[in-house]
């Protein structure tokens, strides 16, 4: 008899039951017998040689095992640089340091409070050397942040950086498309903004953790992390060693959302644990996430040329990521996100720059999107103020402009299965944007804004998976996506449960452990659901075809209604034997040309995220109510409806933090004048608005399983410009600078009444 | 977080025997609720703590007067103040406060007398009692003596209080005829420390207002009141022109003190200041909240 169908089921997540009665793993809890903990000493300052280490009065303190520097480091790993992108990260840092809070020396001691009293104890002394904070100084500084270039070499189109000296900039992004000289050239008219995006931070509910232990043939890491297959090749590497002897494997992680991507801790843990011949656990604590990871502050200036009839005819794109002292993988983010850079829309002539900035901030890497948020503030923002400055509504303007399926993007890459208008149309309609809208009385002034975006999603990675039939007809999936809250776990099984003709409560999914769970690039940028989600459905494929073949040698007639345990008795004469499918899935990809950034197979699929917002704005305070907040996306065809829909507003809200309330705040020093969350504010549930409504578009991906695609960064993309042309409707001015505080709002509210407040 | 001593005496005369004025590293400890943030980030490492949990009777008890005195214990917690029929009657104001003070894991454990004895400008609570005309009832080896909470805060995270001494209660006088109002104005996240909170108390029939009480914190070392703005207030009916006065009266008094931080300039928080003041006194005295003054 069939089951009843397993996509498209609202299925509650496998493992809720185990989250809230607090049995779900964590590595943050995991302990083994004899394990030292490991404590960083880290650096005060953003740019310095380091002249001296003094650890003798920590090393002296009663209980403290080790204390290690990299000259310790480096008596077993050599060159210990790491990084996805380059290898300019240490372990710990070698002569000097880059960022605030670099880790310079690590304490080890059974007690975690006595390895914590005695890094206090350990002396650094720095010659202090200047810093460069600001991307776009960066670009021109005689401050350098590296002496040289060092790409991984993993990435085809970075190996010509390689020695490369006397440059802050990581990597140069270029595309042209049509000519956009002449196209400004004859425009009718021509608009021009600047917007900047700040830092902010991924505030993962459990901080980054890695645990490892290590004999003289091997080593297990145990690590929060969202890329297990990339820490394996990684520690394997700077080891020296062969991949199949260091182990590395994850549980569920309390929250991702990049910050525990490609490594972290794990270099760090493997050295410290192969040091001190004892297993080594290093947690970081909230605060110290700060100095770990972050998100790329981002200037844009964006350039539009606009015919007689409201058409954009020519966009250049000039965007300076703020890197920070290591790569991390912000090149990729450079380009994979920089390409996108004009918008959702039909653009002839277009121009991008898109350049990686090496500063002396803490690093930054992946989050939530990928760059596209920052992009997206910019081009929605400079969109909407066209179609002001044009006296065109928003939704008619972008309606006229927008890129159609079967139209090329800027890289010339065709549009397939990306529902750009129908999201747009849908939004639209949601909001009732025909409709005379409400305009509040007295002080409190009510507006209302939109703004669309779109991300290719990473491209070309692979995801290898396994879906083996135990003798008893039952079913587990052996894969390396990692379910850090977003659903994996759950979309992988009714995937393998649909082909199969199971229940997919009763599948198991084997967490990442590289012992056992096969390949995969990582977690991140959305891409599990289509390429493991394709790569399961494969396995579970192969499974079938091999339960079907097992049947047939067993003289079963096609199609025969015998039970899979009734099967394996017949074949092994008891209950016994194996049946493993599996696949490999790497989707194509044609890399962008050097020189013109073009390319007709950019993204094996498209992602597409429309932001919606009512607000009302106290023009007295500048303080920002949000009434409504509407989401829809093209998510394909969703496999858990329900996940779908919270994937959809967790990243709404997550980004309307990032929008609104969130910002690392440097001085000029290059010290964090807010590393602690009663000054680094996240929302809370009395900041969420009134309304918050998320939906999907039909849709279908043609190449996803089941026509799925990826969702978990969509509700992203358009909330930040969505808020601001809001705003700027609600009360007349526009702000051009995240985040959007009550006080930047009140003083652009002055300033336009020409009673400026002073600055201070 | 090191080792260090934890003793939990069962009277106060115990506990003030156990307190050392001569070693900052020995403090007492009541809901632990700043303190223990203080000692997870290395900023404060006691040697020895000295907690008031198992002090029963007066010290964590609430009473209400026949007169419509308040006696509020030192260890009463913030989320039983919140809670009391005898503060919804008396001094409703306290609760409503008190109802955005942190949150509720806080106020279950955190205590009057810490919130006072802290001395951070931040609070919501010092504000609000002393627009009541609260006092605190202290305890040291010379005795008892009695001082409003006007008195107590002597700047940044500073009290009067010496280092031998434990605040044992808040005493709130009757309040016939007044209406109290606590605005908290947070400019961040909704869960935040208040860039600038206001308490008001007014005795006023109608909208003729015979006395008023308006204190400003959070935005200042330490409470402040608006003498200024009261004086102006008094003896006056009030209109949509004398709250709109008042307002700018306050921010002009307050400007020197206000101090910028990651909450506001303190040029902003000057233009909070006269908004909420202008809407606060409109809703205790009934009237408009006008506005757009500007």
């Known amino acids: ?760 | 977080m090191m080792p260090f001593d934890l003793v939990e005496p069962g009277t106060l005369r115990e506990a003030l025997a156990l307190l050392d004025p001569e070693d900052s590293a020995v403090r007492a400890f009541a809901g632990g609720t700043a303190l223990m943030l203080m000692m997870k980030s290395g900023f404060f490492r006691p040697k020895r703590l000295v907690s008031l949990n198992a002090l029963a009777g007066d010290v964590a008890s609430l009473s209400l007067s026949p007169t419509g005195e308040l006696r509020i214990g030192a260890m009463v917690r913030l989320a039983e103040l919140e809670r009391a029929p005898e503060i919804r009657r008396a001094a409703p104001v306290i609760a409503a406060a008190l109802r955005r003070h942190s949150n509720p894991r806080v106020r279950n454990v955190a205590t009057v007398g810490g919130n006072l004895a802290h001395g951070d400008p931040h609070m919501d609570l010092p504000p609000v009692l002393i627009a009541l005309g609260a006092e605190v009832e202290i305890e040291g080896p010379a005795g008892r003596r009695r001082l409003p909470v006007d008195g107590l805060v002597s700047g940044y995270y500073e009290t009067v209080l010496r280092g031998d001494e434990l605040i044992v209660a808040a005493i709130v006088p009757p309040q016939p005829r007044r209406r109290a109002l606590y605005v908290k104005c947070t400019t961040r996240a909704a869960d935040d420390w208040p860039a600038l909170g206001l308490a008001l108390s007014l005795e006023a029939d109608g909208a003729a207002i015979r006395a008023a009480t308006i204190v400003l914190g959070a935005a200042t070392e330490r409470p402040m009141r608006l003498a200024q703005a009261e004086s102006l207030l008094a003896g006056r009916t009030a209109d949509a022109a004398l709250i709109g006065e008042a307002g700018r009266v306050a921010a002009a008094e307050a400007a020197a003190a206000i101090i910028a931080d990651a909450r506001g300039s303190s040029a902003y928080k000057r233009r909070l200041l006269e908004v909420e003041l202008r809407r606060a006194l409109a809703r205790l005295l009934d009237l408009p909240a006008a506005g757009e003054t500007r």
């Not at chain 1, 740019?47 to 001296?52: A, D, E, L």
């Not at chain 1, 090496?358 to 400079?382: C, D, K, M």
């Not at chain 1, 025909?434 to 409190?444: D, L, N, Q, S």
Request: hydrophobic share 45%; glycine share 8%.
């Open chain 1, 1 to 760: 008899m069939r089951a009843a169908r397993q996509v498209g089921r609202s299925l509650p997540r496998l493992e809720a039951r185990a989250k809230v009665t607090g049995r779900a793993e964590y590595i943050h809890n995991l302990q083994l017998p004899g394990m030292l903990y490991g404590k960083l000493v880290r650096s005060p300052i953003a740019h310095g040689t380091i002249r001296r280490i003094d650890a003798e009065a920590a090393r002296a303190m009663a209980g403290v095992h080790a204390v290690i520097t990299s000259a310790e480091v480096r008596q077993i790993i050599p060159s210990p640089y790491y990084g996805p992108a380059f290898h300019d990260q240490p372990i710990l840092a070698i002569d000097k340091v880059r960022h605030i809070g670099e880790p310079v020396a690590a304490v080890l001691a059974a007690d975690a409070a006595i390895a914590e009293a005695a890094a206090q104890l350990v002396t650094v002394e720095y010659d202090e050397l200047p810093g460069i904070f600001d991307e776009v100084e960066a670009a021109t500084s005689p401050v350098l942040v590296h002496e040289a270039l060092k790409p991984a070499g993993t990435f085809a189109d970075l190996k010509h950086l390689g020695g490369k000296r006397g440059t802050n900039v990581a990597l140069e992004f270029r595309l042209r498309r049509g000519d956009v000289e002449r196209a400004f050239a004859a425009a009718g008219q021509v608009f021009e903004h600047s917007f900047r995006s700040q830092p902010v931070m991924h505030t993962p509910l459990e901080p980054m953790v890695a645990l490892a232990e290590a004999t003289e043939a091997s080593v297990t890491i145990h690590t929060a992390s969202q890329s297990p297959s990339f820490v394996r090749i990684e520690i394997a590497r700077l080891l020296g060693w062969p991949e199949n002897r260091v182990r590395v494997r994850t549980a569920y992680l309390g929250g991702g959302f990049g910050a525990k991507l490609y490594i972290k801790l794990e270099a760090l843990v493997t050295a410290l644990a192969l040091l001190a011949r004892r297993p080594v656990k290093v947690s970081l604590t909230m605060e110290e996430q700060f100095y770990t990871i972050t998100r790329h502050a981002c200037t844009v200036r964006i350039k539009s040329a606009v015919d007689r009839d409201g058409r954009i005819t020519a966009r250049r794109c000039e965007v300076w990521w703020n890197g920070g002292a290591y790569a991390d993988i912000g090149p990729r983010v450079t380009q994979k996100s920089g390409f996108t850079a004009a918008g959702p829309y039909d653009i002839e002539n277009v121009a991008i720059d898109s350049v990686a900035l090496y500063t002396n901030r803490p690093p930054a890497g992946a989050l939530r999107g990928f760059g596209i948020p920052q992009l997206v503030w910019a081009y929605e923002s400079h969109t909407d103020l066209i179609a002001r400055a044009l006296a065109l509504d928003p939704v008619e303007f972008r309606r006229r402009n927008i890129l159609r399926e079967g139209r090329p993007q800027a890289t010339g890459t065709v549009m397939r299965d990306a529902a750009i208008a129908a999201v747009l149309e849908r939004l639209a309609q949601k909001l009732e944007w025909g409709r005379p809208f409400e305009r509040g009385t007295g002080p409190v002034k009510r507006g209302r804004g939109i703004a669309l975006g779109f991300k290719a999603s990473i491209s070309p990675t692979a995801s290898v998976a396994l879906v083996t039939i135990a003798a008893d007809g039952s079913c587990a999936v052996q894969c390396g996506t990692v379910d850090m809250g977003q659903g994996s776990d759950t979309a992988m099984a009714q995937i393998a449960a649909e082909v199969l003709n199971l229940p997919a409560e009763s599948v198991r999914i084997v967490h990442p452990d590289t012992d056992v769970t096969p390949y995969d690039m990582a977690t991140l940028g959305s891409r599990s659901t289509f390429h493991m989600g394709n790569a399961v459905k494969r396995a579970a494929e192969d499974a079938r075809d091999k339960l079907a073949a097992l049947a047939a040698e067993l003289g079963l007639p096609p199609g025969a209604n015998v039970e899979i345990a009734e099967l394996f008795r017949r074949r092994y004469g008891m209950q016994a034997g194996t049946i493993i499918g599996t696949a490999s899935f790497l989707p194509s990809y044609a890399p962008p040309d050097l020189a013109t950034g073009l390319t007709d197979n950019a993204t094996p699929f498209w992602m597409v995220g429309a932001t919606g917002v009512e607000l009302e704005v106290d023009s007295e305070t500048g303080r920002v109510r949000l009434l409504r907040l509407v989401t829809v996306a093209d998510v394909g065809t969703p496999l858990n409806p329900r996940i779908v829909e919270t994937q959809l507003s967790g990243a709404a809200i997550m980004q309307l933090g990032f929008t609104l309330l969130e910002s690392m705040e440097f001085d000029r020093d290059g010290q964090l004048k807010n590393p602690s969350f009663a000054d680094y504010k996240i929302p809370g549930l009395g900041d969420l608005p009134a309304r918050i409504e998320s939906e999907t578009v039909a849709a279908s991906q043609h190449s996803g399983p089941f026509g799925a695609k990826g969702v978990g960064e969509s509700g992203t993309f358009g909330v930040s410009p969505a808020i601001a042309n809001a705003i700027h409707d609600a009360v007349g001015v526009r702000l051009t600078s995240l985040p959007l505080t009550p006080e930047a709002i009140y003083r652009a509210i002055r300033a336009a009444a020409g009673d400026s407040l002073a600055e201070e």
